[in-house]
Each structure stands twice: as C-alpha cells, then as structure tokens.
C-alpha cells in the first residue's frame, strides 16, 4: 500500500502520513478569507510553537504499526535512521503520534510496517515515502503605520481615508491566493472582528520585511485592532502595542442644535377640523441631538424635539383660540451619506402633547372654561440634514404624532424644515 504526505513549513519541523491507495505529495496554505486555520495548524497556533504529528490511516484490527523515519544524504544518498517507534494500543485507535524530539529540515524517507492481530507482519501494507521538511517562519510585527497621519490611527470621519495600511517586521512573506506555496505568510486585522486585506501595494521581497495592504474602508469599525502575521504552519506574530492600530472619530460624539418651521396636517380625528382647522400653519420646531455613539455603519443617540402651534379661528357668533404643544424624547439613528454632506436619520420616541387655555369666546364678554390637558404621544420620524459646510446644515423632515386623549384620538402629519449647528 502506497503512502500520503500532508507537509507544511515549520521552524524545526513538522508532517503528518497517511496510509492511502495512492500516493502524493502535497503543500498546504495557511490562511484564506474563509477559515483561518485548520489542522495542524490550529494546534499550532494554539501555543504559537510548532508540533510534529504523524498520522495515518487505519488499517483495521492490528497488533502494532511499526513506524521508522531515515534522514537522506543529498550529496551521497545514504540514510540515516533518526526515529523509530512501536504503537500502543490507543495509539493504533487514534492512528496518530506526535514525534520527539523534534526533526530537523532536511529529506527525509518514512516505512510504515502493519503487523496482524497474530504479530505477524503484513508485508503488502508495508509503505514507503520520501518527503522533505521544509522550514516555518515565526512572523514578528515591529510596527504598523496608517502613511495618510504617519501614526497607528485611522480617523473614520476623514474624508481622504484611502484604507492604505503599512507593516514592519520580519518574515513577513507575500500571501498565498492559490493555496498552494509552502512559503507564505497571511494577514489580518483582529479586533471585535476579523478584517482581511483587499489587496497588496507592495512587498520588500527581498528582505521579508515590509509590506503594504489596501484595506476596504467600509469593514473598519470604531476600535483597537492588532495586526496579525500567520505563517503556513500556523506560527503568528505576538499581539501587543507594536502591533496596534486604533481606529476612531476625530469627534467622539456629535451635538446637534436645530430650529426652523413646521405646519402640523390633523389626520384624525374630526374634532380639530371641526372646531378649529386642520392646518396649523402658525407653528414652529426645534430639536437638540445629542450623538454619542458612533460607528462606520452610523450614529445613535437621542434626540429632545419640541413644536409650538398657535390656535386661532373665528365663526359666526364666536370665536376659539389657544396653543397646542408636543415635545418627545427621541432614539436616533443617522447614517452619512455622500461623504459625510448629507445625514439620513431615523427617529422614534415617546413624549406629552399638551392642549392649553383653548377657550370659546361668545358676544358680550362670555368665554367657556378653559381647556388645559396633558396627553401622551408617540412621535416616529425620518429626514435628511444637508450639510452647507463642516458645522452648518438644514434639514427637511417630516414625522407623525399619534396623541391618546380621553376625549379624541389625534393623529398630525408634521413636514418641517429649519437650520442647524453641529457642536
């Protein structure tokens, strides 16, 4: 029976065998945007050292496998036997050892003996390979540098971000698209998640010592992230300040001072179209923003927004007036758009409407009680803030304002327009 070789590159050394019916020899990569580690590799990266793990397929119901490995003279062709090992029974279960000391680079030839059940040996499943041990890298990050500040910090709110990301270290290896190099080393940004380059600008091939990556602007997220080099064989650079990369706002949070115009449209219910009008267009708003949160998928925060309108209407025989106030707590969300000159926003909260002195007036000096009620209301919204330049904007919104009252249900439509300022 023909052998198999799985073979990754390793500081002293490591491989694993299997027993197949046909043979090969193979390289594996050790990282791509899908999974970053597998097998051996995983338990490499674990401890972040090297293993030698030797495994085979099972050949069944055996006493012992008689396992030896020879090193090769590549000038003369002699070998050399450096390990020789008899299995338990476990280890004829799990068909898997793990060699010690650990063997050195170099070429290698390895015979596999299966002996029954009876101690005899079977001379059909005797298999033989030569292989080569080829060496792994520890990567080491010295430093990384955003070139647009010369520093480790991108800022997300810059409009001139380019997502261009320069590293230093050592043994720091081109990547490897195709999966099938031997030498390679992979690369990614890991903080509340794990980001991969788009791309590579360039490479000191020659010394292994530089190289630099575009990253995709839209995957990078407010945090401290730590760029990670991982060898083939699953040995990665050291996570500490060298390796840093901060990425945040310039403005941590953002406050928001608006007034402007409003003209409340009464839905429902009829009790305003009939005694007053369904049209207040003696009205006024204004709103303060307060965004603490911020991220490259959007702003949240909360918002205070209150409106004013002015009542007032005359009939034969009498007159009404008064004032209607609203004023709602809000929970904000904004995304910027067309870098950052126009903010879509989403809002919603709950918060009073409050009917005040609304009084009949009749001939001869006679006026009814005065109306003074305060109700509760839900205000849901959307609107666009244009920004003139860093600090001034306007906005156009329109929002919806549902009011429980014992004696009406109150539903306005309510556009609006004004100016603001970002502190």
């Known amino acids: 029976m023909h052998s198999k070789f799985f073979l990754f590159m390793i500081i002293m050394l490591f491989f694993s065998f299997k027993i197949t019916g046909q043979g090969n020899t193979s390289g594996h990569a050790g990282l791509d945007s899908a999974s970053l580690l597998s097998g051996t590799q995983s338990e490499n990266a674990a401890e972040n050292k090297i293993i030698q ?3 085979w397929e099972s050949a069944g119901d055996v006493l012992k496998y008689e396992i030896k490995i020879s090193e090769i003279d590549e000038k003369t ?8 090992h008899e299995t338990t029974e476990e280890e004829n279960e799990t068909c898997l050892i793990y ?23 079977e001379e059909s499943l005797t298999a033989r390979e030569e292989f080569v041990i080829r060496r792994a890298f520890m990567p080491e990050v ?18 001139d971000n380019d997502g261009i990301i320069e590293v230093d270290g050592r043994n720091l290896f081109m990547p490897d698209a195709s999966g099938k190099e031997l030498t390679l080393t992979n690369y990614f940004l890991k903080g509340n998640k794990t ?5 590579v600008l360039s490479h000191d091939d020659e010394r292994n010592r530089k190289i630099k990556f575009r990253f995709d602007m839209k995957k990078l997220d407010v945090g401290l992230y730590h760029m990670y080099a991982q060898d083939a064989s699953g040995l990665h650079s050291e996570e500490n ?24 449209v009464v839905l429902h219910d009829d009790t305003f179209p ?14 303060v923003t307060f965004m603490p949160f911020k991220h ?12 004013y309108s002015r009542l007032s209407k005359e009939e034969d025989g009498y007159t009404i007036d008064g004032n209607l106030g609203m004023a709602h707590l809000l929970f904000v969300y904004q995304l910027p758009m067309f870098r950052r000159r126009v903010m879509a926003e989403l809002h919603g909260g709950a918060g009073f409407t409050y009917f005040n002195n609304i009084v009949f007036h009749f001939p001869h000096d006679i006026n009814s009680v005065p109306l003074n009620t305060l109700s509760i209301s839900f205000d849901v919204g959307a609107g666009f803030q244009i920004y003139i330049n860093k600090r001034l904007y306007t906005e156009i919104a329109g929002d919806y304002v549902f009011t429980m009252n014992k004696d009406m249900i109150l539903g306005t439509l309510l556009p609006s327009a004004g100016i603001g300022w970002q502190f």
């Open 99 to 121: 060699l010690e000391p650990l063997l050195p680079p170099g070429h290698y030839e390895s015979e596999i003996k299966v002996y029954n059940v009876l101690g005899i040996l």
């Open 241 to 264: 300040s060298d390796s840093e990369l901060i990425v945040k706002f310039k403005k941590w949070m953002d406050l928001d001072v608006e007034a402007g115009y409003t003209c409340p």
């Open 274 to 287: 009939t005694y007053l009008e369904k049209i207040l267009p003696m009205s006024a708003q204004a709103k």
């Open 77 to 84: 062709g002699l070998k050399n036997q450096v390990y020789f």
């Open 53 to 55: 793990p030797f495994e």
């Open 195 to 199: 980001i991969y380059p788009d791309e």
């Open 142 to 159: 010295r430093s990384v540098s955003y070139p647009l500040y010369m520093r480790s910090t991108i800022y997300l709110d810059d409009l």
């Open 296 to 307: 490259s998928w959007g702003y949240l925060g909360i918002g205070l927004r209150g409106n």
